[in-house]
């Protein structure tokens, strides 16, 4: 439901958030891969990001002692983290080697993937408007894809 009582669903607000700055990623991206080796970027890209939020964490008041989390919190967590990191190194590749304008919808197939291990892993069952607009994103990679 994109309205409530009291306005945006906070999931929706924060999505479209994460949307903007993904998009704004791909272009400074493409900009600063000029001259450049994409793993090299990546690894500039991951420092700024673990200096940034390790700030912010502290900032926040956020900090805990990470020993106390449970080795099942652990090794999901380093599970996505190396499934992020391989999906930048990809992603810094791709956008060296393809234009921004491509290669962002593409990645965005992960929209769909997502939707499949979520109702495979998760126990999650999307309605059928749902898949309607999981198959419009399918869709449009592939149109995207295509050589005309």
């Given at each position: 439901m994109i309205s409530s009582s009291s306005g945006a669903a906070p999931w929706l607000i924060w999505a479209l958030l994460s949307a903007m700055?993904?998009?704004?990623?791909a272009i400074f991206a493409k900009l600063g891969l000029r001259?450049?080796?994409?793993d090299f970027a990546?690894?500039?890209?991951t420092g700024v990001i673990l200096?940034?939020?390790?700030?912010?964490?502290?900032?926040?008041?956020?900090?805990?002692?990470p020993r106390a989390l449970a080795g099942k919190t652990w090794a999901f967590l380093v599970?996505?983290?190396?499934?992020?990191?391989?999906?930048w190194v990809c992603y810094f590749r791709a956008l060296k080697l393809?234009?921004?304008?491509?290669?962002a919808p593409v990645d965005k197939l992960s929209v769909v993937l997502v939707a499949i291990f979520a109702v495979a892993f998760l126990g999650e069952r999307p309605?059928?408007?749902?898949?309607?607009?999981i198959a419009l994103v399918a869709a449009g990679v592939v149109l995207l894809s295509l050589r005309l």
């Open positions: 700055f993904a998009s704004l990623t001259g450049v080796d994409s990546t690894l500039i890209r200096l940034v939020l390790a700030g912010f964490v502290v900032w926040a008041g956020k900090w805990s002692d599970l996505s983290a190396l499934a992020t990191g391989a999906s393809g234009d921004a304008a491509k290669v309605a059928l408007k749902d898949w309607c607009g």
